[in-house]
T-cell receptor, first 114, second 111 residues
Framework: GAGVSQSPSNKVTEKGKDVELRCDPI?????LYWYRQSLGQGLEFLIY????????KSGLPSDRFSAERTGGSVSTLTIQRTQQEDSAVYLC????????????FGPGTRLTVT | RKEVEQDPGPFNVPEGATVAFNCTYS??????FFWYRQDCRKEPKLLMS???SGNEDGRFTAQLNRASQYISLLIRDSKLSDSATYLC????????????FGRGTSLIVHP
């Protein structure tokens, strides 16, 4: 079946511009996560959505970062006034509800801020 | 102390070798455990879940030691294609179900 998809796969933007990154989770997965991974580093948790509950935004690094999940499916991560330190791969993952289930990751969006 | 700790490596082994990684976790409420594999510039992919009784999938064996709070991954007869970063993931019962990832262990298998 279809996996998690993300778009765009690559994004180059100028410092100060806003960007939107999109994630389509696996159908039926109620949980959706955004992570950031800088070159050679581990995964940095950003935000978590579970069904219709309020999202856990505890990992967002600044108020320039925000995310929405419409209709419990597609999610958009928005970064306003991008900075060079925002350059990273942004990964989205989805899973079924419950701690015994594993996450499935999308291929990521590679963001480069020039 | 970090919630999930892994030796970053790299572990540099010859083809055919047996190699083992450990991952320690600090939260005793941890309920489920996974090993993921991440190839260079790719997304993490599930390698195997870790069950209380231990489990084996071909050349890969995963074990859980709740008393000492660690999980392990054993790779037998290493192949060049096993070269990757191996991530340990821990889910904690209750709470917000945010899996905790280790930083990963790098494995390099050479001819």
């Amino acid at each position: 079946g279809a996996g998690v998809s993300q778009s765009p796969s690559n994004k180059v933007t100028e410092k100060g511009k806003d960007v939107e990154l999109r994630c389509d989770p696996i159908s039926g997965h109620t949980a959706l996560y955004w992570y950031r991974q800088s070159l050679g580093q581990g995964l940095e948790f950003l935000i978590y959505f579970q069904g219709n509950s309020a999202p856990d935004k505890s990992g967002l690094p600044s108020d320039r970062f925000s995310a929405e999940r419409t209709g419990g499916s597609v999610s958009t991560l928005t970064i306003q006034r991008t900075q060079q330190e925002d350059s990273a791969v942004y990964l989205c993952a989805s899973k079924q509800r419950g701690s015994s289930y594993e996450q499935y990751f999308g291929p990521g969006t590679r963001l480069t801020v020039t | 102390r970090k919630e999930v700790e892994q030796d970053p490596g790299p572990f540099n082994v010859p083809e055919g070798a047996t190699v083992a990684f450990n991952c320690t976790y600090s939260n005793s409420a941890s309920q489920s455990f996974f090993w993921y594999r991440q190839d260079c510039r790719k997304e993490p992919k599930l390698l195997m879940s870790v069950y209380s009784s231990g489990n084996e999938d071909g050349r890969f064996t995963a074990q859980l030691n709740r008393a000492s709070q660690y999980i392990s991954l054993l790779i037998r007869d290493s192949k060049l294609s096993d070269s990757a970063t191996y991530l340990c993931v821990v889910n904690i019962a209750g709470g917000s179900y945010i899996p905790t990832f280790g930083r990963g262990t790098s494995l390099i298998v050479h001819p």
